[in-house]
């Protein structure tokens, strides 16, 4: 079958910041700083960079070279390269599993992009300025608690998501991460200046830079490992997707290396703004998920100027969960457009409407769907669970032993333009360490 011609990154730098938006999202600005503080500090930000490197990377180039070799969505490529190997073509489960994924995580991870959208506006009318810890808890759990304010605000970030993605790859994904990705990182900067004048920026340093390596252990090398996994959009056929709109002239050892860097930058700086405000008032460092949306508003409103920083960090919190909304959205999308008559724009109104449907079951989960359970938990915890422990962990796994062990040696190292020891290099992280590492965590978190 002839390839399909595919719509091309214009750059590889708006390849780069369309990959590290996709990384950027809530998992850097919400989950990164709350697991740093909830596992040990500077032991988890080391232990982090290395399962980054070792295992993060490899996948993420592997997922890569599997989608620009197919420049199919995730599901054909995967069932076509298998063929072409001489493998089975029950390989394609693995991007059927991928585009799933994304499609799932997608569905909840709206609603709380809705939450950070109603934070932004709450910034605005001064909602938190002078309020105490349980009226800014209970602002918190009234949003939960409304049903009606809930699907509001979810709805209106899905029409964001789908106006973005509906316009394609040049004037859509490309547009918005040209814009958000450099307004987020100035946005960043603003706050980390601000911290440096809490008189409590020392502490931070020390406390994300100064290990106690006694304070590794199991629970933190999991932690730190599963973040690294999953903090690049690994498993969700995103990375095939994106791999697929890519030219052949791409250096995609050298991308991945820009984009880890860049991904792992974000989300110590992401740290380095929320900490000093936390210590500056004598908040819990590990306060867990509420760090974001309890925690830090209550800091907001006890500053001076609070109201202003609270929305330069709801605007930066909103502009990271768009950019991985759109890129979780763009699997299926590119799957829908290329399986039916459906042009861009048709497809990415049925993707976004399906996705939007299952995300007001899962944002009834927190209150009127409270009592309804899957295996024990609500549909809002069950899909982040099956996503996360099972679906993201085996898919990743599944990608870098493909290309571990059944595309031809050779010819990767060729295309990734390897020497003799790189090539050794790489043979041994793909056909051994990542798979490894994967399983470890896989089984553990069981």
């Known amino acids: ?27 850097n600005i ?81 609603v709380i992009g809705g939450w950070s959208l109603s934070y932004t506006v709450n910034s605005i009318g001064g909602t938190f300025t002078g309020q105490d810890a349980d009226t800014i808890g209970e602002l918190f759990n009234g949003l939960l608690a409304s049903p009606g304010v809930l699907l509001a605000w979810h709805s209106l970030f899905m029409v964001l998501v789908i106006g973005i993605v509906a316009r394609g790859v040049t004037k859509g994904l490309e547009g918005a991460v040209r814009t958000m990705m450099p307004a987020l990182g100035l946005l960043l900067l603003v706050l980390v200046g601000y911290g440096m004048t809490t008189g409590h920026f020392g502490e931070t340093l020390g406390f994300m830079f100064n290990p106690d390596l006694g304070a590794v252990d199991g629970g933190v090398v999991l932690a730190a490992m599963g973040q690294a996994f999953f903090t690049l959009s690994l498993g969700m056929g995103i990375m095939m997707a994106y791999g697929s709109y890519l030219g052949e002239k791409v250096d995609l050892l050298r991308t991945a290396r820009t984009v880890v860097i860049l991904d792992t930058v974000i989300a110590l700086v992401a740290g380095l703004a929320i900490f000093p405000i936390v210590f500056a008032n004598g908040l ?56 039916t008559p459906l042009s861009r724009v ?10 939007w449907a299952l995300g007001i079951a899962a944002l009834l989960s927190f209150n009127v769907w409270g009592d309804f359970l899957i295996l024990g938990l609500g549909i809002f915890d069950f899909l982040d669970t099956l996503t996360s422990k099972f679906m993201l962990p085996l898919t990743g796994l599944a990608a870098i032993l493909f290309v571990g062990w059944r595309l031809d040696r050779h010819s990767v190292s060729n295309e990734l333009g390897l020497g003799r020891t790189g090539a050794i290099v790489w043979h041994l992280l793909t056909r051994f360490v990542a798979p490894i590492g994967v399983i470890i965590v896989f089984v553990t978190s069981l």
Not at 2 to 21: D, E, M
Not at 300 to 319: D, H, N, R, V, Y
């Open 346 to 355: 048709g497809a990415t109104l049925v993707g976004g409407i399906a996705t």
């Open 30 to 110: 919400w989950k990164f700083p709350y697991m740093v503080g909830d596992s040990g500090g500077a032991a988890f930000v080391l232990v982090y960079l290395a399962c980054i490197a070792l295992v993060g990377l490899p996948i993420l180039v592997s997922e890569w070279l599997i989608g620009r070799r197919g420049q199919k969505n995730p599901i054909n490529t995967m069932t076509e390269l298998a063929r072409q190997n001489g493998r089975s073509s029950a390989w394609g489960v693995v991007g059927l599993s991928g585009v799933l994924a994304g499609f799932l995580i997608l569905s909840f991870y709206s």
């Open 284 to 339: 819990d460092p590990s306060a867990g998920p509420g760090l974001i949306f309890v925690t830090l508003p209550l800091a907001f409103g006890s500053l001076s100027g609070g109201a202003l920083l609270g929305l330069i960090f709801f605007l930066l919190l909103t502009f990271a969960a768009l950019t991985s909304a759109i890129s979780l959205l763009e699997p299926t999308v590119e799957f829908i457009e290329e399986r």
């Open 1 to 27: 079958m002839a390839k399909q011609l595919h719509a091309q990154w214009s750059s590889r730098l708006t390849f780069i910041l369309a990959v590290t938006g996709s990384a950027v999202g809530l998992g």
